[in-house]
Protein backbone atom coordinates (compact mmCIF):
# COMPACT_ATOMS: atom_id res chain seq x y z
CA UNK A 1 0.00 0.00 0.00
CA UNK A 2 2.89 2.17 -0.61
CA UNK A 3 4.24 2.44 2.50
CA UNK A 4 1.19 3.45 3.98
CA UNK A 5 -0.61 1.33 6.56
CA UNK A 6 -4.52 0.91 6.34
CA UNK A 7 -5.92 2.21 9.60
CA UNK A 8 -7.06 -0.96 11.36
CA UNK A 9 -11.08 -0.40 12.19
CA UNK A 10 -12.11 -1.10 15.88
CA UNK A 11 -13.53 -4.63 15.56
CA UNK A 12 -9.91 -5.54 14.05
CA UNK A 13 -8.62 -3.96 16.96
CA UNK A 14 -10.56 -5.76 19.40
CA UNK A 15 -9.79 -9.19 17.12
CA UNK A 16 -6.06 -8.16 17.85
CA UNK A 17 -6.57 -7.45 21.04
CA UNK A 18 -8.00 -10.97 21.75
CA UNK A 19 -5.35 -12.58 20.13
CA UNK A 20 -2.13 -10.41 22.16
CA UNK A 21 -3.70 -11.55 25.12
CA UNK A 22 -2.98 -15.27 24.61
CA UNK A 23 -4.54 -16.36 27.94
CA UNK A 24 -8.16 -16.50 30.07
CA UNK A 25 -8.44 -12.83 29.63
CA UNK A 26 -8.40 -12.93 25.68
CA UNK A 27 -11.16 -15.87 25.67
CA UNK A 28 -13.16 -14.22 28.88
CA UNK A 29 -13.25 -11.10 26.43
CA UNK A 30 -14.45 -12.93 22.93
CA UNK A 31 -16.83 -14.67 24.80
CA UNK A 32 -18.38 -11.36 26.51
CA UNK A 33 -18.12 -9.90 23.17
CA UNK A 34 -20.18 -11.99 21.24
CA UNK A 35 -22.39 -12.25 24.26
CA UNK A 36 -22.89 -8.51 23.35
CA UNK A 37 -23.10 -8.57 19.38
CA UNK A 38 -25.69 -11.37 19.82
CA UNK A 39 -27.93 -9.32 22.21
CA UNK A 40 -27.61 -6.40 20.00
CA UNK A 41 -26.70 -7.05 16.66
CA UNK A 42 -27.11 -3.28 15.67
CA UNK A 43 -24.41 -2.61 18.45
CA UNK A 44 -21.46 -0.60 16.91
CA UNK A 45 -17.57 -1.63 18.15
CA UNK A 46 -15.14 1.21 18.77
CA UNK A 47 -11.89 1.78 20.12
CA UNK A 48 -11.03 4.43 22.47
CA UNK A 49 -8.81 6.21 24.96
CA UNK A 50 -5.66 4.43 23.50
CA UNK A 51 -6.96 1.12 23.68
CA UNK A 52 -10.31 -0.14 25.26
CA UNK A 53 -12.69 -2.00 23.11
CA UNK A 54 -16.41 -0.23 24.08
CA UNK A 55 -19.50 -0.91 22.45
CA UNK A 56 -22.39 1.71 21.67
CA UNK A 57 -25.86 2.03 20.80
CA UNK A 58 -27.39 5.17 20.70
CA UNK A 59 -24.47 6.31 23.47
CA UNK A 60 -21.66 3.95 25.25
CA UNK A 61 -23.39 0.65 26.57
CA UNK A 62 -20.07 -0.44 28.44
CA UNK A 63 -16.35 -1.27 27.70
CA UNK A 64 -13.99 -4.38 28.24
CA UNK A 65 -11.05 -3.72 29.59
CA UNK A 66 -8.28 -6.00 30.56
CA UNK A 67 -5.97 -6.35 33.89
CA UNK A 68 -3.85 -8.99 35.30
CA UNK A 69 -6.44 -10.40 37.48
CA UNK A 70 -10.09 -8.98 36.16
CA UNK A 71 -11.53 -8.63 32.51
CA UNK A 72 -13.51 -5.08 33.39
CA UNK A 73 -16.71 -4.99 31.68
CA UNK A 74 -18.09 -0.99 32.76
CA UNK A 75 -21.91 0.23 31.47
CA UNK A 76 -21.56 3.67 31.01
CA UNK A 77 -24.82 4.22 32.67
CA UNK A 78 -25.00 1.66 35.39
CA UNK A 79 -26.30 3.18 37.85
CA UNK A 80 -29.45 3.44 36.09
CA UNK A 81 -30.00 -0.19 35.27
CA UNK A 82 -31.53 -2.96 37.39
CA UNK A 83 -29.51 -5.21 38.07
CA UNK A 84 -31.72 -8.08 39.73
CA UNK A 85 -29.25 -11.03 39.02
CA UNK A 86 -26.68 -8.95 41.16
CA UNK A 87 -24.03 -9.02 38.13
CA UNK A 88 -22.48 -5.35 39.32
CA UNK A 89 -19.49 -6.08 41.75
CA UNK A 90 -17.53 -2.80 41.02
CA UNK A 91 -17.26 1.00 40.99
CA UNK A 92 -20.73 0.16 43.00
CA UNK A 93 -19.70 3.63 44.76
CA UNK A 94 -20.10 6.49 41.98
CA UNK A 95 -23.74 8.18 40.50
CA UNK A 96 -23.03 7.10 37.05
CA UNK A 97 -21.21 3.93 35.94
CA UNK A 98 -21.14 -0.18 37.26
CA UNK A 99 -19.43 -2.63 36.45
CA UNK A 100 -18.33 -6.37 36.45
CA UNK A 101 -15.00 -7.59 37.14
CA UNK A 102 -15.07 -11.31 36.05
CA UNK A 103 -11.57 -13.42 37.64
CA UNK A 104 -10.15 -16.12 35.89
CA UNK A 105 -12.58 -19.84 36.57
CA UNK A 106 -15.79 -17.58 37.46
CA UNK A 107 -19.41 -18.32 35.58
CA UNK A 108 -20.57 -15.82 33.21
CA UNK A 109 -24.48 -15.71 34.12
CA UNK A 110 -24.54 -14.79 30.00
CA UNK A 111 -28.31 -14.90 30.28
CA UNK A 112 -28.30 -12.35 33.38
CA UNK A 113 -25.43 -10.19 31.04
CA UNK A 114 -27.89 -10.16 28.11
CA UNK A 115 -30.65 -8.87 30.21
CA UNK A 116 -28.05 -6.07 31.00
CA UNK A 117 -26.91 -5.10 28.10
CA UNK A 118 -31.26 -4.92 26.91
CA UNK A 119 -31.64 -2.85 29.55
CA UNK A 120 -28.83 -0.61 28.34
CA UNK A 121 -30.12 -0.17 24.58
CA UNK A 122 -33.30 0.45 26.29
CA UNK A 123 -31.64 3.67 28.64
CA UNK A 124 -29.52 4.60 25.62
CA UNK A 125 -32.53 4.58 23.17
CA UNK A 126 -35.10 6.14 25.42
CA UNK A 127 -33.02 9.11 26.04
CA UNK A 128 -32.08 9.50 22.13
CA UNK A 129 -36.24 10.25 21.29
CA UNK A 130 -36.42 12.65 24.12
Known sequence: ???????????????????????????????????????????VEEWKWRGVPVWSHDGILCTGETYKAVVKMTFAK?????????????SLDGNVRRAIDFREGEPVDEAALADLIRAAVALNTSRKRR
Not at 13 to 40: P, S
Open 1 to 43: MSGIERERSPSERIDERIDELGDWRGALLARLRAVIRQTDPAV
Open 78 to 90: GAALDDPSGLFNS
